[in-house]
Protein backbone atom coordinates (compact mmCIF):
# COMPACT_ATOMS: atom_id res chain seq x y z
CA UNK A 1 0.00 0.00 0.00
CA UNK A 2 1.12 3.57 -1.22
CA UNK A 3 1.54 5.66 2.77
CA UNK A 4 3.40 9.05 2.43
CA UNK A 5 4.77 9.77 5.57
CA UNK A 6 2.30 12.09 6.96
CA UNK A 7 -0.53 9.30 6.49
CA UNK A 8 1.61 6.48 7.93
CA UNK A 9 -0.05 4.73 11.04
CA UNK A 10 2.25 2.76 12.82
CA UNK A 11 1.14 2.13 16.47
CA UNK A 12 0.40 -2.12 17.14
CA UNK A 13 -1.94 -1.52 19.53
CA UNK A 14 -3.59 1.20 17.30
CA UNK A 15 -3.57 -1.20 14.20
CA UNK A 16 -4.94 -4.05 16.39
CA UNK A 17 -7.99 -1.96 17.65
CA UNK A 18 -8.93 -1.03 13.81
CA UNK A 19 -9.14 -4.91 12.91
CA UNK A 20 -11.42 -5.62 15.59
CA UNK A 21 -13.70 -3.15 15.07
CA UNK A 22 -13.37 -3.75 10.73
CA UNK A 23 -13.03 -7.51 10.90
CA UNK A 24 -14.56 -7.73 7.75
CA UNK A 25 -11.81 -8.47 5.23
CA UNK A 26 -11.15 -8.99 1.85
CA UNK A 27 -8.44 -11.70 1.58
CA UNK A 28 -5.95 -11.82 -0.91
CA UNK A 29 -3.92 -14.28 -3.02
CA UNK A 30 -2.52 -15.72 -6.20
CA UNK A 31 -4.48 -17.97 -8.08
CA UNK A 32 -2.31 -19.31 -11.31
CA UNK A 33 -1.70 -15.89 -13.17
CA UNK A 34 -3.77 -13.82 -11.51
CA UNK A 35 -5.38 -12.27 -8.27
CA UNK A 36 -7.94 -13.87 -5.89
CA UNK A 37 -10.10 -12.58 -3.47
CA UNK A 38 -12.40 -13.76 -0.51
CA UNK A 39 -14.39 -11.68 1.86
CA UNK A 40 -14.36 -12.92 4.66
CA UNK A 41 -14.77 -12.23 8.65
CA UNK A 42 -11.18 -12.15 9.68
CA UNK A 43 -10.88 -12.93 13.79
CA UNK A 44 -7.20 -11.09 15.56
CA UNK A 45 -5.28 -13.24 18.59
CA UNK A 46 -3.27 -10.07 19.47
CA UNK A 47 -0.41 -12.31 21.35
CA UNK A 48 -0.24 -14.91 18.83
CA UNK A 49 3.31 -13.87 17.58
CA UNK A 50 5.70 -10.23 17.67
CA UNK A 51 2.46 -8.68 15.35
CA UNK A 52 -0.65 -11.16 16.20
CA UNK A 53 -2.17 -13.82 13.91
CA UNK A 54 -5.12 -14.16 12.21
CA UNK A 55 -7.42 -16.82 12.42
CA UNK A 56 -10.91 -17.91 9.86
CA UNK A 57 -12.62 -20.35 7.87
CA UNK A 58 -14.20 -20.40 4.02
CA UNK A 59 -16.22 -23.10 2.42
CA UNK A 60 -14.41 -26.07 1.68
CA UNK A 61 -15.34 -25.66 -1.96
CA UNK A 62 -13.80 -22.24 -2.42
CA UNK A 63 -11.12 -23.14 -4.47
CA UNK A 64 -8.82 -20.03 -2.88
CA UNK A 65 -7.47 -22.34 0.42
CA UNK A 66 -5.67 -24.70 -2.07
CA UNK A 67 -3.74 -22.28 -3.75
CA UNK A 68 -3.40 -20.04 -0.60
CA UNK A 69 -2.01 -22.60 1.33
CA UNK A 70 1.51 -22.01 2.35
CA UNK A 71 2.43 -19.26 0.43
CA UNK A 72 2.17 -15.11 1.36
CA UNK A 73 -1.67 -13.52 1.74
CA UNK A 74 -2.79 -10.19 2.09
CA UNK A 75 -5.60 -9.23 4.22
CA UNK A 76 -7.26 -5.82 3.52
CA UNK A 77 -9.32 -4.44 6.47
CA UNK A 78 -11.09 -1.09 5.25
CA UNK A 79 -12.62 1.52 7.88
CA UNK A 80 -14.87 4.52 7.76
CA UNK A 81 -14.36 6.79 4.33
CA UNK A 82 -15.73 10.17 3.14
CA UNK A 83 -15.44 12.32 0.10
CA UNK A 84 -13.83 16.02 0.50
CA UNK A 85 -15.19 18.57 -1.37
CA UNK A 86 -12.83 21.02 -1.96
CA UNK A 87 -15.50 23.77 -1.56
CA UNK A 88 -15.18 23.22 1.52
CA UNK A 89 -11.56 24.18 2.40
CA UNK A 90 -12.24 27.89 1.11
CA UNK A 91 -9.13 28.21 -0.52
CA UNK A 92 -7.88 28.23 -4.08
CA UNK A 93 -5.88 25.47 -5.95
CA UNK A 94 -7.53 22.39 -4.46
CA UNK A 95 -9.17 19.30 -5.30
CA UNK A 96 -11.16 16.65 -3.94
CA UNK A 97 -9.80 14.04 -2.30
CA UNK A 98 -11.34 10.95 -0.29
CA UNK A 99 -10.45 10.42 3.13
CA UNK A 100 -10.27 7.14 4.55
CA UNK A 101 -8.85 4.48 6.95
CA UNK A 102 -7.11 1.27 6.06
CA UNK A 103 -4.78 -1.50 7.07
CA UNK A 104 -3.12 -4.20 5.43
CA UNK A 105 -1.77 -7.38 7.00
CA UNK A 106 0.66 -9.57 5.27
CA UNK A 107 1.37 -13.27 6.71
CA UNK A 108 1.48 -17.04 5.42
CA UNK A 109 -1.48 -18.85 4.95
CA UNK A 110 -1.63 -22.02 6.89
CA UNK A 111 -4.69 -24.16 6.40
CA UNK A 112 -7.11 -25.54 9.82
CA UNK A 113 -8.27 -29.23 8.70
CA UNK A 114 -8.20 -30.67 12.43
CA UNK A 115 -11.61 -30.85 13.86
CA UNK A 116 -10.90 -29.61 17.08
CA UNK A 117 -9.08 -26.53 16.06
CA UNK A 118 -11.34 -26.05 13.27
CA UNK A 119 -14.23 -26.23 15.90
CA UNK A 120 -12.04 -23.80 18.49
CA UNK A 121 -12.30 -20.96 15.62
CA UNK A 122 -15.66 -21.37 14.19
CA UNK A 123 -16.40 -21.00 18.56
CA UNK A 124 -14.03 -18.21 18.55
CA UNK A 125 -16.66 -16.51 15.88
CA UNK A 126 -19.09 -17.04 17.61
CA UNK A 127 -17.95 -15.77 20.82
CA UNK A 128 -16.63 -12.45 19.32
CA UNK A 129 -19.92 -11.33 17.13
CA UNK A 130 -22.14 -12.63 20.12
CA UNK A 131 -20.99 -10.52 22.96
CA UNK A 132 -23.03 -8.05 24.17
CA UNK A 133 -26.16 -9.35 22.36
CA UNK A 134 -28.56 -9.44 24.68
CA UNK A 135 -29.28 -13.36 24.47
CA UNK A 136 -25.88 -14.28 22.76
CA UNK A 137 -26.22 -17.20 20.91
CA UNK A 138 -24.20 -20.31 21.48
CA UNK A 139 -23.70 -23.78 19.78
CA UNK A 140 -23.13 -27.70 20.94
CA UNK A 141 -19.58 -28.67 19.82
CA UNK A 142 -20.96 -32.15 19.92
CA UNK A 143 -24.35 -31.49 18.08
CA UNK A 144 -24.53 -33.35 14.31
CA UNK A 145 -25.81 -30.61 12.74
CA UNK A 146 -22.69 -28.60 13.53
CA UNK A 147 -20.21 -31.44 13.21
CA UNK A 148 -21.37 -31.96 9.96
CA UNK A 149 -21.37 -28.11 8.93
CA UNK A 150 -17.71 -27.87 9.76
CA UNK A 151 -17.01 -30.84 7.54
CA UNK A 152 -18.10 -28.25 5.12
CA UNK A 153 -15.30 -25.47 5.47
CA UNK A 154 -11.56 -25.24 5.81
CA UNK A 155 -10.35 -23.42 8.84
CA UNK A 156 -6.98 -21.41 8.41
CA UNK A 157 -4.28 -19.09 10.45
CA UNK A 158 -2.08 -16.46 8.75
CA UNK A 159 1.06 -15.55 11.44
CA UNK A 160 1.28 -11.74 10.55
CA UNK A 161 4.71 -10.82 8.99
CA UNK A 162 4.18 -7.34 8.27
CA UNK A 163 1.48 -5.10 9.50
CA UNK A 164 0.94 -1.20 7.60
CA UNK A 165 -2.07 1.43 8.40
CA UNK A 166 -2.63 4.24 6.49
CA UNK A 167 -5.23 7.44 8.06
CA UNK A 168 -5.77 9.24 5.43
CA UNK A 169 -7.38 12.59 7.28
CA UNK A 170 -6.52 16.04 5.46
CA UNK A 171 -2.60 15.77 7.66
CA UNK A 172 -1.40 17.30 4.77
CA UNK A 173 -3.29 20.80 4.81
CA UNK A 174 -3.29 23.61 7.52
CA UNK A 175 -5.40 23.30 10.81
CA UNK A 176 -7.71 25.60 9.56
CA UNK A 177 -8.38 23.43 6.83
CA UNK A 178 -8.78 20.29 8.45
CA UNK A 179 -11.18 21.99 11.10
CA UNK A 180 -13.39 23.34 8.03
CA UNK A 181 -13.39 19.74 6.53
CA UNK A 182 -14.38 18.46 10.02
CA UNK A 183 -17.61 20.91 10.51
CA UNK A 184 -18.56 19.59 6.91
CA UNK A 185 -18.12 16.31 7.15
CA UNK A 186 -20.59 16.31 10.92
CA UNK A 187 -22.43 18.52 8.70
CA UNK A 188 -22.94 15.61 6.10
CA UNK A 189 -25.32 13.24 9.10
CA UNK A 190 -23.80 9.72 7.43
CA UNK A 191 -22.29 7.43 9.67
CA UNK A 192 -19.36 7.43 7.39
CA UNK A 193 -18.53 10.98 7.08
CA UNK A 194 -19.12 11.40 11.42
CA UNK A 195 -17.15 8.74 11.59
CA UNK A 196 -14.41 10.42 9.66
CA UNK A 197 -14.81 13.78 11.50
CA UNK A 198 -14.39 11.60 14.74
CA UNK A 199 -10.94 10.27 13.35
CA UNK A 200 -9.97 13.63 12.30
CA UNK A 201 -10.49 15.17 15.59
CA UNK A 202 -8.56 13.01 17.50
CA UNK A 203 -5.78 12.86 15.04
CA UNK A 204 -5.74 16.70 15.32
CA UNK A 205 -6.02 16.37 19.18
CA UNK A 206 -2.49 14.21 18.90
CA UNK A 207 -0.83 16.88 16.55
CA UNK A 208 -1.31 19.61 19.31
Given at each position: MYIPAHFLKTDLAELHDF???NSFAMLVSQQGDG???????LLLERNAGPH?????????ANPQWKEADGRTVLAAFSGPHAYISPSWYEAERVVPTW???AVHVYG???????????LGIVRSYVEFYERGA???WTFAERDDFIEKLTQNIVGFR???ERIEGKWKLSQNHPADRRQKVIAALEGQGDENSRAIAA???????NRE
Amino acid sequence: MYIPAHFLKTDLAELHDFIERNSFAMLVSQQGDGPLASHLPLLLERNAGPHGSLIGHMARANPQWKEADGRTVLAAFSGPHAYISPSWYEAERVVPTWNYAAVHVYGTFEAVHDAPALLGIVRSYVEFYERGAPRPWTFAERDDFIEKLTQNIVGFRIPIERIEGKWKLSQNHPADRRQKVIAALEGQGDENSRAIAALMRMVQGNRE
